[in-house]
């Protein structure tokens, strides 16, 4: 009985952070598209590339910070 437990918790456990990181992922996306003057929604839609990427760069290194800190 004590093992099941274990694996309740641990689950508990990961469904939680799992939970922290998509909000703290939101969260940092919805600064970012704050605190920059480029509306990026409206230049990916009209095509910009370098907006895209950049972006892009951007959410992927706040995906890697926030993996690094619920690690």
């Not at 990961?14 to 230049?43: E, N, R, T």
């Not at 972006?55 to 706040?62: C, E, I, M, P, R």
Request: aromatic content about 16%; glycine content about 8%.
């Amino acid at each position: 009985m004590d093992e099941i437990s274990r694996y309740a918790v641990e689950t508990f456990s990961v469904i939680w952070w799992s939970i922290v990181g998509v909000f703290a992922f939101a969260f940092g996306a919805y600064l970012f598209d704050k605190l920059d003057p480029i509306d990026y929604k409206v230049q990916i839609e009209n095509g910009n590339i370098a907006a895209a990427i950049k972006f892009s760069a951007v959410l992927l290194g706040l995906a890697g910070i926030i993996v690094t800190a619920i690690r």
